[in-house]
C-alpha cells in the first residue's frame, strides 16, 4: 500500500451508524460505541478490492484503514494501555470528493486523527 489509502485508488467510503472500541481503563473490557451528535451516518475511509477466489470466484472486498489516536479525545482513551491507539479514517464531508478523486499524495492529511471527529459520543 502506498501512501495513506492505497496506491490503486481503489478508495472508497463506508457509511456506518456506529462503531465500537474497547475501553480499558477500568481494567476491564468495556465496548464503547460511537456515532455522531447528531444521528447522520459517519463516512469511514475504506478500500476495496476485487479478485477471484476458488472456482473463479468473483469476491469484492473492503478494509477500513486505521490511523493514529494517541492525541486524539477521546480516541485515546480506547485500547488496552500500552498498546498504540489507533482509530478508523473518518471523514470530514469536505474530504468526500478528495478521497474518491485525488492521486495517494493528495490523501496523505487523511493518514492523520480526524480532528472534526469530535461530533462523536
Known sequence: MQGALGARG?????P???FFEPNW?????IRGKFSRHDGAPI???GLW???RGKGDQKIISYSLPTVNADEHPP???MHRPGQEKRML????????WTIRRSSSDGCQ??????????GLQ
Request: aromatic share 4%; proline share 5%.
Open 109 to 118: 492529511h487523511l493518514s492523520r486523527a480526524a480532528p472534526k471527529a469530535a
Open 43 to 45: 463516512a469511514v475511509a
Open 89 to 96: 479514517a473518518l471523514l470530514d464531508p469536505a474530504d468526500y
Open 25 to 29: 481503563e477500568t481494567g476491564k473490557h
Open 16 to 18: 456506518m451508524d456506529a
Open 49 to 51: 478490492e476485487r479478485w
Open 10 to 14: 481503489q478508495r472508497c467510503i463506508v
Open 75 to 77: 480516541m485515546g482513551r
